[in-house]
C-alpha cells in the first residue's frame, strides 16, 4: 500500500511524536492503483494523524477488506476535528491548522486523486479522542 515508504518520509516527525500501530491485514489481494498518487494521499493523511496526535498520542494505520473493497484507515487520538468545520474539511485552501503550518491543500489533493484516480471514495468521522479518516479502493481485475 506504501505506507511503509511514506512513514520513511515522515520519520523525522515520527521520531518527536506518537505512538505508531500498525493494524495490516496481510491477507488482502492487490489492486491496480496509481500508486506514486496514493502515496502522496497517505502523506497527507498520516501527516494531518501525526500533528493532530500530538507526542503523547497515538496514530493507527488499518487495512482490511469491506465487501468489494479494500478499506485504508487512519486513525489519531487527538482533539478531533471541530463539528462546525466538518462539512469544509474537504475543501481547497481549508485548513484547521495554524497559519503558516499548512496550505488547506493536503485533503482536497487527496480526495480528487481517491475518486478520480483510483475510483475510490474518501471519508472520515470525529470525535475528540477519535479520528478516522478512511479512503476505500474498490477490487478491480487487472
Excluded at 506504501?2 to 505512538?19: M, V
Excluded at 496481510?26 to 498520516?46: D, F, K, S
Excluded at 465487501?67 to 486513525?75: F, I, M, S, T, W
Aim: charged content about 25%; glycine content about 10%.
Amino acid at each position: 500500500m506504501g505506507f511503509e515508504s511514506t512513514l520513511r518520509i515522515l520519520n523525522h516527525k515520527l521520531k518527536q511524536g506518537p505512538q505508531l500501530v500498525r493494524r495490516y491485514d496481510r491477507n488482502l489481494p492487490h489492486i491496480w492503483v496509481p500508486a506514486g498518487e496514493l502515496n502522496q494521499v497517505w502523506t497527507n493523511l498520516i501527516d494531518n494523524a501525526i500533528d493532530a496526535a500530538g507526542a503523547d498520542g497515538a496514530v493507527t494505520l488499518r487495512t482490511f477488506r469491506d465487501g468489494d473493497a479494500l478499506v485504508v484507515q487512519v486513525a489519531d487520538d487527538g482533539k478531533g476535528i471541530p463539528v462546525h468545520v466538518q462539512s469544509r474539511i474537504f475543501d481547497p485552501f481549508f485548513t484547521t491548522k495554524d497559519v503558516g503550518e499548512g496550505t488547506g491543500m493536503g485533503l482536497d489533493v487527496a480526495r480528487r486523486i481517491v475518486k478520480k484516480r483510483c475510483q475510490g471514495e474518501i471519508g472520515f468521522q470525529s470525535k475528540p479522542g477519535d479520528t478516522r479518516f478512511w479512503v476505500r479502493l474498490p477490487l478491480k481485475s487487472p
